[in-house]
């Protein structure tokens, strides 16, 4: 038996490879399929199936391709209907993997199709068990992504019977395999570890050792966010198709001229600069967000910019491929291109953006206003006592709320979101913003009076 966990940071996803006797299955791909058709040649193994938990919202798979390529059939749980080749498996149907074999549990409340796949090893006994976002480390899959069909209270209440009746009822010993790790959200709060067990998940999972209905369908659903719109593009995306990542990369990989990165500017793309914040600071293109790869990249694309918005990207030490290949994995493949030469291919005046330590916001926070861009778990759990909190994720939108002529220092945890949302605020008409070395982190560590008591937001 050969399991390996591919988790890519940047989605906070966890996809897996198993194997055995040279057969191998895949589970919830990400978009690109050469990590898995790698790896499973440098096994000599033949890839035999691919599995998919649920049509995911926060990432277009790469089971079509992967089919493809492997010439492997894809396989899904019950009420599963797709507008491409695919099995629809019945509950408790099961597959075999050399001497291995994966069990379908359907476990709807996610979504209606969601299943896990238990995975009995030679003896049958059960091993492990691939949650999809059925269940994390942690937290449970978000019930609100069919609003409209079913209500939140709905689905909660059928992932209530799924976890009591197929996934508790499980041995303690069982390995929990989730989807996703901290950062995605498709869970309220999923917690730092990316595999577990049924008995760790049992003691410290608040959903798990809730003991009656009402009271998990409340704690579910209680300070649930609104889920990015992405999400609905994306589920629809996995469920009816999408073009050949190759074919996709070979069309957005289009080095500009400054003339025709200029015009697509004026025909309505969004500039994103890759870089990091400390370059981007020095000096930027005017107009550009800058959204680092050195972070939850196409994440935060994904979030701030809409689907449908051609995107002309700015890079440098030649990232355009990875920039476009991590947007495609989201769904977003409306890239105009990349501006050869990156910034120094622009031929007017750069902006900057004023950045301070901690200590030095000290001596500033007297004359100005902190604004705090974090997530709403951060803020609660502590944050400055003066600041005003406008999580990065309602951005422009909420925007309206601040006053274009006071003066911000702007921070987040490290100094990643930060940056993003005063390049976003200055193409909102923002002209006095600060940023914060280090974020809050640093702010802690300078002493800077916190709250920490949990408040309403």
């Known amino acids: 038996m050969y399991i390996e966990q591919l988790y890519t940071n940047c989605l906070a996803e966890a996809a897996y490879y198993i194997e055995s006797e040279g057969e191998a299955a895949i589970i919830d791909p990400i978009r690109e399929t050469q990590p898995y058709t790698e790896l499973a040649r440098k096994r000599n193994a033949k890839i035999k199936y691919i599995f998919e938990t649920h049509f995911h919202a926060d990432f277009v798979s790469g089971h079509i391709d992967l089919a493809k390529k492997a010439n492997a059939p894809i396989i899904y749980g019950p009420l599963a209907e797709t507008n491409y080749d695919s099995i629809s498996a019945s509950d408790g149907e099961e597959f075999k993997i050399g001497k291995l074999t994966l069990r379908v549990l359907h476990t709807p409340g996610h979504t209606p199709e969601s299943s896990c796949f238990l995975l009995l090893d030679a003896d049958k006994k059960e091993h492990a068990v691939f949650t999809g976002d059925t269940l994390f480390v942690g937290d449970v899959g978000r019930p609100d992504l069919l609003d409209g069909i079913l209500t939140r209270e709905e689905l909660a209440s059928m992932l209530y019977d799924s976890l009591n009746q197929k996934i508790k009822t499980l041995p303690d010993s069982v390995i929990v395999y989730p989807a996703h790790g901290p950062g995605s959200a498709c869970g309220k709060n999923i917690g730092k570890e990316t595999f577990s067990t049924i008995g760790e998940q049992k003691k410290f999972n608040y959903a798990l050792k809730a003991t009656n209905r009402e009271d998990f369908i409340k704690q579910v659903t209680d300070g649930i966010l609104p889920p990015p719109n992405y999400f609905f593009q994306d589920a629809r995306i996995n469920k009816e198709g999408y073009s050949s990542i190759d074919s996709v990369v070979a069309k957005n990989n289009r080095p500009l001229s400054l003339a025709e990165f200029n015009r697509e500017v004026k025909n309505g793309a969004v500039i994103v600069d890759t870089r990091k914040a400390e370059d981007f600071e020095k000096g930027f293109i005017p107009s550009s967000i800058n959204i680092g790869l050195n972070g939850q990249y196409a994440i935060w694309v994904a979030t701030l910019v809409h689907i449908r ?144 008591e949990e408040v309403a937001v």
């Open 309 to 452: 918005t051609p995107i002309v990207l700015v890079v440098d030490n030649n990232t355009e491929a990875e920039a476009i290949l991590r947007l495609a994995r989201v769904g977003y493949e409306n890239v105009c291109g990349f501006l050869q030469g990156g910034v120094a291919g622009w031929d007017g005046k750069l902006e900057t953006v004023r950045s301070i330590s901690a200590e030095e916001m000290k001596k500033e926070m007297q004359h100005t206003q902190v604004l705090d861009v974090r997530k709403h778990g951060e803020w609660n759990t502590s944050h400055l006592r003066e600041a005003t909190f406008v999580p990065l994720s309602d951005f422009p939108k909420n925007l309206f709320t601040l006053d274009k002529q006071t003066p911000y220092i702007v921070h987040c945890g490290g100094g990643y979101r930060s940056m993003t949302a005063i390049s976003i605020m200055r193409n909102e008409g923002f002209t006095n913003l600060t940023n914060v070395y280090g974020g809050f982190g640093a702010m802690v560590q300078a002493g800077l009076e916190v709250v920490t």
